[in-house]
């Protein structure tokens, strides 16, 4: 049996992780929405929307738009090998498009992960990446459309 005051503080801490688990939802929907808009704003595609059923059902992308699957991740600090299972991730989700995984940490202008072979065909058939700014991201979308 547990005292009461160990329970208190159990529950305190549940409602805190709880809070975090919030905070966290919502700074990840804040930077879903900013990349939305961005996308709009740099590609024209009027139409674009957050992929609301990710919630719900897994390996789906945040945002699609024509030949690219979108994954988001907004963190305030990430470890390479974190990095490396958000990529591994948007693979896992991309289902025949090309993957680009964009992610901001705190203090940092947002990071786009693609594969290098979306930038040369000379590297077609590795799994080499390149990570690149927003406004390059868009370049190569553009040039691809």
């Known amino acids: 049996m547990i005292s009461r005051v160990t329970f208190v503080k159990l ?20 930077f879903e929405r900013f990349v ?4 709009k704003d740099h590609l024209g595609y009027k ?5 609301l059923s990710q919630y719900q059902v897994s390996d789906q992308a945040d945002i699609v738009i024509p030949d690219w699957s979108v994954e988001c991740k ?5 470890t ?13 989700s991309a ?11 705190d203090r940092r202008d947002p990071i786009c992960r693609v594969f290098l072979s ?4 000379d ?13 390059g991201w868009f370049y190569l979308v553009r040039e691809r459309i």
């Open 11 to 30: 529950m305190a801490a549940s409602v805190q992780d709880d809070n975090m688990g919030k905070f966290s939802r919502s700074k990840g929907a804040a």
């Open 80 to 92: 390479p090998s974190q990095i490396s299972e958000f990529w591994d991730q948007c693979v896992g």
């Open 118 to 121: 979306v930038i040369s065909q």
């Open 36 to 39: 939305v808009n961005e996308i």
């Open 74 to 78: 907004r963190y305030a600090t990430a």
């Open 123 to 135: 590297f077609e058939g590795t799994d080499l990446t390149a990570d690149i700014s927003m406004d």
């Open 47 to 51: 139409d674009v929307r957050r992929n």
């Open 95 to 105: 289902n025949g498009l090309n993957p680009v995984l964009i992610y901001k940490l």
